[in-house]
Every structure is written in structure tokens, then in C-alpha cells.
Nanobody, 126 residues
Framework: QVQLVQSGGGLVQAGGSLSLSCLASGRTFSAYAVAWFRQAPGKEREFVATISWSGGSTNYADSVKGRFTMSRDNAKNTMYLQMNSLKPEDTAVYYC???????????????????WGQGTQVTVSS
């Protein structure tokens, strides 16, 4: 099992920045590809970003590319999402997730992820 505990988020004006963190415990964090997803009110959960288990490869949704940066620090068992130039349409509950298998490639499909954080609200006002 991998336990994920999120922190960060909150309320910001459009154009501002926020950061999210996700601390992992349990099995070896460094062996898992991890990702961020989000769910806006009335919408399905969608992919935001993913990073490989080594940290050498990242992938972003087109809607956040160039504005969001995902990273990980395996020594601290922590993954991050830095969000810049935020837009009202970024408003959602954000979730961190760890892949269901060790040493797997990272995927933008939530069905590949078995371990989830508790979610944290990000609200961007116009």
C-alpha cells in the first residue's frame, strides 16, 4: 500500500500561483510513477500531469502545459505541482495518485492508478 497525504491549494486570483504537495508513505515511493488529476464541479475527473518513477520524464495535459510544473523528490517521498498563471477554469479538487504497479511507465489514464490522495480544493477567482 501507498498512502498519500496532500497539502497546499486554496484561493487565488486569476494570474496567480499556487503549489500542491503530496507526501507518500508505505511502499517505496521512488518505485512508482505518480500523477495529478483534477475534478471540477459537475465534470469528470481529468488528467493534469504525470511523472515517471525516476523523475526523468513528465507529461502534461494540453490545458496546463507551459503553466504547471510537476516534480518529485524521492528522498523526501514527496511529489509537487507548481501552478502558475492560473485561470478560473483551473478551479477544481486536485488529487495526487500513484500507479498500481512498481516501475511502470506513467500514463494519463486514472484507471492505471491505485493509490489516491484525499483531494485538495483549488479555487481561482476572476
Amino acid at each position: 500500500q501507498v498512502q498519500l497525504v496532500q497539502s497546499g491549494g486554496g484561493l487565488v486570483q486569476a494570474g496567480g500561483s499556487l503549489s500542491l504537495s503530496c507526501l507518500a508513505s508505505g511502499r517505496t515511493f521512488s518505485a512508482y510513477a505518480v500523477a495529478w488529476f483534477r475534478q471540477a464541479p459537475g465534470k469528470e475527473r481529468e488528467f493534469v500531469a504525470t511523472i515517471s518513477w525516476s523523475g526523468g520524464s513528465t507529461n502534461y495535459a494540453d490545458s496546463v502545459k507551459g503553466r504547471f510544473t510537476m516534480s518529485r523528490d524521492n528522498a523526501k517521498n514527496t511529489m509537487y505541482l507548481q501552478m502558475n498563471s492560473l485561470k478560473p477554469e483551473d478551479t477544481a479538487v486536485y488529487y495526487c495518485a500513484a500507479h498500481r504497479r512498481r516501475y511502470s511507465d506513467s500514463y494519463p489514464d486514472e484507471r492505471e492508478y491505485a493509490y489516491w490522495g484525499q483531494g485538495t480544493q483549488v479555487t481561482v477567482s476572476s
